[in-house]
C-alpha cells in the first residue's frame, strides 16, 4: 500500500500503508479554545493500530476517524463533547485523504475488526500516580485509590473516612469534568462502585469525587484516562 500524510488545521495524520497511524497535534492553530489547544499541545504525538479504528469518514476537505469502543482510555473518560473530537482533521487534501480512506478500509476488511474493543488498543497518556486536587489528593499504590482529604474539606466529604482508600477491582467507572468557570462550573474527577448511590452529591461534597484545581484539567484527564487502564486492562 501507498500510505500518505495528511497536514490538517490541527495537527498532522500519517498513515504508513501497512497498519499504523501516527497523529502528530499542534495545539496553536486559532480557532482551539485554551484547554483544547493545551490538550493537544500535551499529547504531541500519538500512535493508533489500524485495529482502533471502526471507520474512516471524508467529509467536504475533512479526515475523521471513528475509534472503536473501548479502544482509547482518553477517549472514554474525555468523551467528543467536552474538547471536542480528537479524531477530526479539518481542511486537509480531499484527493489524499479518499486514498487514505480507501486503503485503510481494504485493510479493517481483510482483519476483520469487530466493532467493540476487547482491550485498549492505544496507551494513556502518562502520568503520575499522584493528582493534588482542591479538596483532596489522589493516589493509586497496592492495588488501591486512596483520597486524602484537605483540612478545608466538610463533613460529608470525610464521611466514609480520612484517608478513604478503594480497591481498584471495584472501581466501575471514572468520570472527569474540566473547570469552565462561574458558579458550579469547577471541574471535578470522581468514580463511581457497586456501593455508588443513583443519587450523586455535588462533587464537593462527594466522598468520592476531587474537585481539581484551577489550570490542572489536562493533569486530571491525564490521571483519569491512566486509572481507567487499571480498573479496565
Known amino acids: 500500500m ?3 500524510e495528511l497536514t490538517s488545521t490541527y495537527g498532522t495524520v500519517v498513515w504508513d500503508g501497512v497498519g499504523t497511524l501516527r497523529i502528530r497535534y499542534d495545539g496553536t492553530r486559532p480557532g482551539l479554545d485554551p484547554l483544547a489547544g493545551s490538550l493537544r499541545t500535551r499529547l504531541g504525538e500519538r500512535v493508533l493500530p489500524v485495529e482502533a479504528l471502526q471507520s474512516v469518514e471524508v467529509v467536504g476537505n475533512g479526515l475523521r476517524l471513528v475509534l472503536r469502543d473501548g479502544a482509547d482510555p482518553l477517549q472514554a473518560v474525555s468523551g467528543v463533547d467536552v474538547l471536542g473530537d480528537l479524531y477530526d482533521f479539518p481542511d486537509v487534501d480531499r484527493a489524499v485523504a479518499e486514498q487514505v480512506r480507501r486503503e485503510i478500509r481494504r ?3 481483510r482483519r476483520d475488526v469487530p466493532a467493540a474493543a476487547a482491550r485498549w488498543l492505544l496507551a494513556p497518556p502518562a502520568a503520575p500516580d499522584r493528582l493534588e486536587g482542591r479538596d483532596a489528593t489522589l493516589s493509586v499504590a497496592s492495588g488501591q485509590l486512596t483520597f486524602a482529604y484537605h483540612r478545608g474539606a466538610g ?5 466514609l473516612g480520612n484517608p478513604w482508600s478503594v480497591p481498584l477491582d471495584t472501581i ?4 472527569w469534568r474540566p473547570d469552565r468557570g462561574g458558579i458550579g462550573g469547577r471541574g471535578y474527577l470522581r468514580i463511581r462502585t457497586g456501593r455508588t448511590p443513583l443519587e450523586r452529591p455535588k462533587p464537593k461534597h462527594d466522598p468520592a469525587a476531587m474537585v481539581t484545581r484551577r489550570g490542572s484539567d489536562v493533569d486530571a484527564l491525564f490521571f483519569a484516562a491512566r486509572l481507567f ?3 479496565r486492562p
Request: hydrophobic share 40%; net charge positive.
Open 2 to 4: 501507498a500510505g500518505g
Open 107 to 109: 485493510t479493517l476488511a
Open 155 to 159: 463533613r460529608r466529604k470525610r464521611a
Open 172 to 175: 466501575l467507572d471514572v468520570e
Open 229 to 231: 487502564t487499571r480498573i
